[in-house]
């Protein structure tokens, strides 16, 4: 069923709704059911604090889905960021790029193409302040969210890879008895 469904930059009173959409989208990505989720008051602040850092910044912006006037089904944003200025090549000097998160849409709205509308917002704040290059990251085991970047043109071009310290230290320590 099509619904009419509006993309806009978020508004303060989002912010709640962005939150849990967040929890949707951790739900999703860590196969934990939404119920067991849970979030400390001072998380939800900091998390409440970050989402509105994006209303009135000229180098992020929050979009939602809104379906009706208040109701809103999902979310994008985009930050944008300066590389450090270390090169003295000049077509490498004041290069910036735009740092895509947190795309989610609610499993009932989906196959209406918002992701893609939301993107093409958030691609286009990107392109209208000189920044070309843009960057994702998704989780590897999240075979959906690797199909849908790719029909928007993205391409994996690296590999990210997590540890726990402390494993890390133990499984090293091991090996250096070992050696």
Do not use: C
């Not at 849409?105 to 070309?132: D, N, T």
């Not at 290059?133 to 199909?147: C, D, F, M, Q």
């Amino acid at each position: 069923m099509v619904r009419k469904v509006t993309i806009n930059e978020a508004r303060e009173n989002d912010i709640p709704q962005v939150i849990e959409l967040l929890f949707q989208l951790d739900a999703h990505v860590s196969g934990e059911p939404r119920g067991v989720l849970k979030m400390t008051p001072q998380g939800e602040a900091e998390l409440a604090s970050h989402f509105r850092s994006y209303l009135d910044n000229p180098y992020k912006l929050l979009v939602v889905a809104r379906a009706g006037r208040d109701k809103v089904v999902g979310m994008g944003d985009i930050a944008l960021w300066k590389h450090a200025e270390v090169w003295e090549t000049p077509q490498r000097k004041e290069q910036w790029y735009g740092v895509i998160d947190d795309v989610w849409v609610e499993p009932e709205y989906r196959r209406q193409g918002l992701s893609r509308r939301m993107v093409v917002e958030l691609a286009a704040f990107a392109h209208s302040h000189g920044v070309e290059s843009l960057r994702l990251e998704y989780s590897a085991s999240n075979e959906e969210a690797g199909r849908a970047w790719k029909r928007m043109g993205f391409q994996p071009i690296g590999i990210r890879a997590a540890a726990s310290a402390g494993d890390v230290l133990a499984l090293l320590s091991t090996n250096e008895q070992e050696s």
